[in-house]
């Protein structure tokens, strides 16, 4: 059954998911409800509705929904309801305003967005009524970027034993803090290899914190203020460390494998989504309260932001990509 959603209001469908299973750590367990309140997406119809791929969702401070459609080259803007309001498309190429492929966005409580295109380190800023503003591009290793308040940008990337660079939107570097992650013995002799010291993605939260988690094992780094604040540490065999596979010895060509992971944060509550890649994969959710772990969901897919209320914004995939947002209720 396909849910129409050509005006995107809200679905009265309720989706019970209390699927749970002992990953070391926790005692008790709380059921936990995810209540579908919007869907986003159509298989076919309005192009506006209708996505290629969606790897991230980004929200300002009105919870305006950022949608990155990346393979059509565009972020579609609708407002809390759902209603479309705005269409940004990015060219194509190496001209200032052009990416060969948006890796990530960043939405600033403003509205000024960022995005990145990894593969040639270039950053795009438009202000908040969609028009291109500039760009700059940084000379080192990264990977992601976050909107750091109501103008910076957060990147996330390998600079003089630092991965946290703070940018204003004219690409002055304003600071860096943050230390690399310890590499495994058994990757000692790829040391200088930048790719393995920090993972692929960091989240950012309205409570100003920054989590970070490491690609060598389950271990959540939590920042604020520029300092590291806490660590959580958690043991579950569904979490896969970063892993290298060599392609060809003669040349040295390695591949590399990353655990994509996002951390949102609500209240006193962490809701962490660890990515699993295949076709008709469901992937894992599990929840932290206090910093100490409670339960975990298997989900169909994978959240991106979490708005003032506590509700779960999803990117989904089933016979077409679309945006699911979550309420979260529990008994």
Do not use: W
Not at 20 to 41: N, Y
Not at 57 to 72: E, H, K, P
Not at 163 to 180: A, C, T
Request: net charge positive; with cysteine; glycine share 6%.
């Amino acid at each position: 059954m396909r849910y129409s959603t050509s005006y995107c209001k809200p679905l009265s469908l309720t989706i019970l998911i209390i699927i749970l299973f002992g990953c070391s750590g926790g005692k008790e367990h709380k059921e936990i409800h995810l209540i579908k309140d919007l869907e986003i997406g159509e298989y076919s119809g309005d192009e506006r509705y209708v996505f290629s791929m969606i790897p991230d969702i980004a929200l300002d401070s009105n919870d305006n929904i950022y949608i990155l459609d990346r393979m059509n080259f565009r972020i579609l803007k609708f407002d809390t309801n759902g209603n479309y309001k705005d269409c940004i498309k990015i060219g194509k190429g190496q001209g200032p305003s052009e990416v060969t492929l948006i890796y990530s966005i960043a939405v600033t409580q403003n509205g000024k967005i960022y995005i990145f295109d990894k593969n040639t380190r270039k950053v795009i800023i438009f202000d908040n009524s969609g028009n291109f503003s500039n760009s700059f591009i940084v000379d080192f290793y990264s990977t992601f970027i976050l909107a750091a308040s109501s103008e910076n940008v957060i990147i996330l990337g390998l600079r003089k034993e630092q991965i946290f660079h703070v940018f204003s939107p004219s690409g002055k570097h304003l600071d860096s803090f943050g230390k690399p992650f310890r590499i495994p013995q058994k990757f000692a002799q790829y040391e200088g290899f930048p790719h393995i010291r920090i993972p692929l993605r960091a989240d950012y939260s309205r409570n100003n914190r920054i989590y970070l988690v490491n690609p060598h094992k389950y271990e959540i780094k939590i920042f604020k203020d520029r300092q590291l604040k806490y660590t959580i540490d958690h043991l579950c065999e569904e979490f896969s460390p970063l892993e290298l596979k060599v392609h060809d010895k003669k040349t040295g060509t390695v591949g590399i494998s990353y655990p994509t992971v996002t951390v949102l944060e609500h209240k006193d509550r962490l809701y962490v989504t660890l990515k699993k890649f295949g076709e008709n994969t469901t992937h894992t959710m599990h929840i932290f309260e206090n910093r100490k772990y409670t339960t975990s969901l298997k989900v169909n897919g994978y959240a991106y932001a979490i708005d003032k209320k506590g509700r779960l914004y999803f990117s989904e995939e089933g016979n077409y990509p679309k945006m699911i947002r979550y309420l979260v209720s529990e008994d």
